[in-house]
């Protein structure tokens, strides 16, 4: 009967550890598309427009997105920066910038508690994609 309960209390200590593990984890932001509309002056390009919502402690990782990137923060506080340039924190009305060859190093939201959101205008070449994972 001992062993049974020192090996009940062994599981509860490791489920409760993995728990806390998945915890940790940062949450993912959420992309909504609202618009990607073909630029028939500048031949092969395309303007896209998401809203970018961060749960609390949401973070992306390190990335590009090959295209000219225009951010607006709506709700909440958002730190961003690219490589090369300084963090910064943006709230409501703020705006950041991101050119075809920066790699952004920092996006995330700046709250723990609070959730953030942000419109992005992206101009790119047509088909390609949004958000490129850099190594």
Known sequence: MLRLKNAAV????IVCALLGEARAEPAAAIVTPLMTKSL??????E???ITV???PGA???????NAY???????GSVVMQVKGGKEVTLGPGETFYEGPNDVHMVGRNASQTQPA???VLLLKNKG???LVPEK
């Open 69 to 75: 990137g225009f951010i607006y923060v709506q709700e």
């Open 59 to 65: 973070a992306d990782p390190v990335h590009r997105h």
């Open 117 to 119: 959101k942000f419109l």
């Open 40 to 45: 028939d002056e500048y031949p092969g390009k």
């Open 47 to 49: 303007a896209v427009m």
């Open 10 to 13: 062994a599981a509860a200590v």
């Open 128 to 130: 390609a994609p949004i």
């Open 53 to 55: 919502e961060y749960p």
